[in-house]
């Protein structure tokens, strides 16, 4: 920030403290000021640009936007593209079209989008027809080819990066005009950040009568999404979908940011892509459509998706046309894998049906082991990764029960992350911890903060599959005092909550010594007397502590298994309904 004159150069936001720094006002003077123009702040409370301007105008100062010469951070793994040609000849490679994916808020228009994109490619002769439903197709636009996944969102994929795949090379955020930046649309940010891939913006629905583009730039701006007419380097686009305006300009403006990126592969390369989705069919098999990120598949090629393989019998493009052979950046549907592999496996040409079963025989045998053996990142072994020279920052996802909380604890966060060992925040939001957060961590190798919030039933069961670290805190100085240890390597080992156990409330008696009991069915794992429990009515949590009795028929037992039947009493506690889920866990030291 800088003064030129009477001129102020300020951000897209400030803190009151700072903006008072800069004009050498008490900041007392600027609350009155603020509270005068009806807005309520504090002295660690951060004001959007046009509040500040108005403010610092009574002083005499006019404001204008600070221009922010954007540094690129790099975050997260090399894009999958980049490491599947790390080997090839550089003279070989050639460009090839971009895979685009689109993502953004619910309702913002995403699948409309879509649909205009597909309508405007779709010759005149061809209008009455359906195009094959594959996941994927491409579109032409000034002679060149443009390919789109047709994901169900973000969470699909973070889905696909979490088994090591990356379909997309740009990423188009759908973004209402009418509605802005909403938590879907910061989720879907956070997600396209930690997956490196480059960013553009689709400012849809501009002709609802109530359409804000500027609110809906400030608001990109504060995400570090500057528009390139602010002087940033995210290019924001204009569209409406419903009445098909602006898409050849969103199709040029993803030539040129591809044209910036540089997406290359060699057509005469190994033959390695992605599967975008698979399925079982009654009258044809296994049906999947596989995206090729190097190389030239043909029919009659023996090909390795995952933990399946077989000799591709057919290929067909998204139209459905049979072809004989699809080159880098191509979706094709395909039939002859002899299993159903996941969307996200990679797959690669393999010479012989004998290699292809070594193969997978090996990739069966490694996922048991890495089953039996699963730990991803956390925060005691943060130290010891970085002396192995395995890592140079600590990925975190930082959840708070209000924004008073997530403004200081991202900023405490900001400031250890200035030593050797570098905090990148992936994510920042109010609200409990979702299976998107747990899914995004594991994705990235992130460790999920919590403040004065809990994680879901179906985070924590999806946190103890993956290995993802939740660290729960009431107290920010608590939560600071550990990241700062782990960062120095003096974090002593803590004790950490195992699930062992979770049952459903079938009925509900009345007894003597205990009173209310909740007569319940194991459905996972197994109940123990002297562990700990949580009663979750929907997502609500109901109640927390320690297991009063536990009997099955008449007998008090010490544990009861998957399958079987229990009575379950709980200590000076009797707001017991059918329907109710209950959480057995013991804690641990590690």
Not at 230 to 236: L, P, R, Y
Not at 571 to 590: A, H, R, T
């Amino acid at each position: 920030m800088s003064t030129n004159g009477n001129k102020l150069e300020l951000p897209a936001s400030i803190v009151i403290r700072d903006l008072a720094q800069k004009i050498e006002k008490s900041p007392i003077d600027l609350i009155k000021k603020l509270m005068s123009n009806g807005v309520m702040a504090t002295i660690n409370q951060a004001v959007d640009f046009d509040t500040a301007a108005i403010v610092v105008a009574e002083y005499g100062f006019e404001a204008i936007p600070e221009v922010v010469e954007e540094v690129v951070v790099e975050t997260g793994e090399v894009p999958l593209w980049r490491r599947m040609i790390a080997g090839e000849d550089e003279s070989k490679l050639s460009n090839r079209p971009p895979v685009v994916t689109i993502l953004g808020h619910v309702d913002h228009g995403k699948t409309s989008l879509l649909d205009a994109i597909r309508q405007t490619d779709v010759a005149a002769g061809e209008a009455g027809g359906i195009t094959q439903h594959i996941g994927a197709y491409q579109v032409e636009h000034n002679g060149r080819v443009i390919t789109f996944l047709d994901t169900p969102g973000h969470a699909a994929f973070t889905q696909m990066r979490a088994r090591g795949a990356q379909g997309a090379d740009i990423v188009v955020l759908v973004v209402a005009a009418d509605d802005g930046v909403m938590p879907q649309t910061r989720e879907a940010i956070a997600h396209a950040k930690a997956a490196r891939v480059p960013m553009m913006v689709a400012l849809n629905k501009i002709d609802k009568p109530n359409a804000n583009t500027d609110r809906v730039k400030q608001q990109l701006a504060e995400q570090e999404l500057v528009p390139d007419d602010w002087g940033g380097n995210t290019m924001v686009i204009p569209v409406s979908a419903k009445q098909k305006k602006g898409i050849e300009d969103l199709l040029e403006g993803i030539l040129l940011v591809a044209d910036n990126t540089s997406i290359k592969a060699n057509p005469g390369g190994k033959v390695i892509g992605t599967v975008i989705e698979a399925e079982l069919d009654k009258s044809k098999g296994v049906m999947a459509t596989l995206l090729i990120q190097n190389g030239t598949l043909e029919s009659g090629d023996i090909v390795v998706a995952g933990t399946a393989h077989g000799k591709l019998r057919a290929l067909s493009d998204y139209k459905g046309k049979p072809v004989r052979k699809a080159g880098p950046s191509t979706p094709v549907a395909v039939m002859g894998l002899s299993d159903v592999p996941s969307a996200g496996d990679l797959f690669e040409v393999v010479e012989s049906e004998r290699e292809a079963r070594l193969i997978v025989a090996e990739r069966q045998a490694l996922a048991k082991s890495q089953v039996q053996a699963k730990k991803k990142t956390s925060l005691e072994d943060l130290f010891a990764n970085v002396q192995a020279g395995e890592a140079q920052e600590l990925n975190l996802i930082v959840k708070a029960d209000v924004q008073g909380s997530l403004d200081p604890i991202v900023s405490e966060l900001n400031k250890l992350g200035e030593g050797e060992i570098g905090i990148k925040i992936l994510y920042a939001e109010t609200g409990n911890i979702g299976e998107n957060d747990v899914m995004l961590a594991s994705a990235s190798n992130a460790i999920i903060i919590g403040f004065n919030v809990q994680a879901d039933v179906s985070a924590r069961r999806v946190a103890e599959k993956e290995g993802v670290d939740i660290r729960l805190y009431e107290i920010i100085y608590r939560m600071t005092e550990d990241i700062e240890k782990a960062l120095n390597g003096m974090l002593e080992p803590v004790t950490k909550e195992k699930v062992i156990g979770r049952a459903q409330v079938l009925a509900v008696f009345t007894a003597s010594k205990f009173g209310k009991v909740a007569g319940c069915r194991v459905t996972d794992g197994e109940l123990r007397r002297n562990a700990r429990v949580r009663l979750y009515r929907g997502t609500d949590l109901v109640y927390e502590g320690d297991m009063g009795s536990l009997r099955h028929e008449k007998d008090d037992v010490r544990e009861v298994k998957q399958g079987y039947e229990c009575g379950v009493g709980f200590k000076s506690f009797n707001d017991i309904q059918v329907g109710d889920q209950l959480i057995c866990y013991v804690l641990e030291k590690s």
